[in-house]
C-alpha cells in the first residue's frame, strides 16, 4: 500500500512540476499494479453505485405503485358510473358511440373479432391442408456444424469467411 501512495503522489508531483502534463504510461510492473489497482477500486465504486440506485429505484417504484393506486381506486369508480350514463345518452342513437365534454370524451369502440388459435398443433395441421399461406417455414444454417467442418476438413463453405484468431484483452482486477 506504501508503494501504491509514493507512485501516486510521484504522478501528482509530475504534474506539478512540469509545465506540459505528461501522459500517463504504464512503464514497469509498479505501474502496472497501480493501474490494475485503480481499475479495481473505480469498478467497486461503479458497483456499489449501481447498487444503491436499484434499492432506491425500488424505493420510488413500491411509493408510485402505492400512491397510483389509490388514483386507480377512483378512476375505476367513476368509469363504472359513466358507462350506464354513456349508454343511457346513446341509446336512441344509431351511429353514434361517443360524446364529447369539456374535460374530455367517452364512447365505445368495437375491439375483438378475428380469431384466436387455442390448439397451435391443430391449427397448423388444418393449414397445412387448406391455407398454406399461413404456414411459415424458416430454414436457416446452424453455424456449429459449419465450423466443425471447417476445422476438419480446411473447405471454406461457399458464403462464408474465416475470421482470424486474435488475442482479446482483458481486466481482472482482485
Known sequence: MENLEILENMLETIGEELPEKKAFEVTDMLAADWALSKIGMCEGKMSQRTAFAIEQKERIDIWLAKE???EAVLVDFLAEK???WLRQELQDEKKKRSISLPSGK???RKTGGGIDITDEEKAL???KENCKDAVKVKESVLKTPLKKH???TGEIPEGCDTLPTVDKFYVDPA
Open 150 to 152: 471447417f476445422e476438419s
Open 68 to 70: 397510483n393506486s389509490k
Open 82 to 84: 359513466l358507462h350506464p
Open 125 to 127: 395441421k388444418w393449414a
Open 106 to 108: 367517452i364512447g365505445f
